[in-house]
């Protein structure tokens, strides 16, 4: 399987996001292979609006591989829900949702606190992944949880003041699982990869900016001037994963 991976569109209905994003959908598009999805970890709208949304909408299904969506941290869920999945009764409650993509499972999970920048994983959503881990580990079909929270540390202050705060019950969901070749994630507008629970956890790059590390000083902690970023995750036969960043120029 070959799924890209995206992150951190911040659509706010200014030119700059827009072009960035657009610019994200192009180079997608152009691939000489398509990818069997493309996956998008989170904060696709900057404030919730309705029309970040219809934007969104619009510009994902300007790809040609089909675009699989999960919240973040400035995402609104009733909105989200409403514009950009087309349910109009799906209530403000964690969005969950999992998609099966050439012989694997997409578990797009709901990492966020409703007003709040860091994220937990509910009750609804703990129960909900361990028995959808547990119906896919019966039909022997591997799964890729994705949410935007990364559940570890990535030594920047100001992310890692705001990640997955019950880290420790997710680890404990996770353990001894055999089917899950890794864990994808947004949120660090920065690639990164990491270990997670024994698991490769792979941080997708942002779209709208990418974050400076501690030791790369500048001003601010992000650098709007870095282009977008695109991560590609190929997920081989023995289900090992090998990951690929690319920036988008």
Known sequence: MLLAHISDLHLDGGERATER????????????????AVLVTGDIADHGAPEEYAEAA?????LVAPA???PGNHDDRATYRK?????????????NRVHHVAGHA???????????DEGRFDDETLAWLERTLDELAA?????????HHPPAALH??????????NADRLAALLAGR????ALLTGHAHTPAATTFAGLPLLVAPGVVSTLRMPWEGGEGFTDRAAPPGVAFHVVGEDGGVTTHFRVVG
């Open 21 to 36: 994003a657009t610019r994200v959908v192009t180079y997608l598009n152009s691939l000489a292979r398509v990818p069997d």
């Open 58 to 62: 619009e510009l994902l299904a300007r």
């Open 68 to 70: 699989f969506p999960c």
């Open 83 to 95: 514009v950009l999945l087309g349910e109009e009764d799906g209530g403000a409650g964690p969005v």
């Open 106 to 116: 997409l578990l797009l999970c709901d990492s966020t606190i409703p007003g709040e």
């Open 139 to 147: 039909a022997g079909t591997p799964a890729l949880p994705a949410f």
């Open 156 to 165: 920047h202050p100001v992310v890692d003041g705001m990640n997955l705060t």
């Open 178 to 181: 055999r089917n899950v070749p």
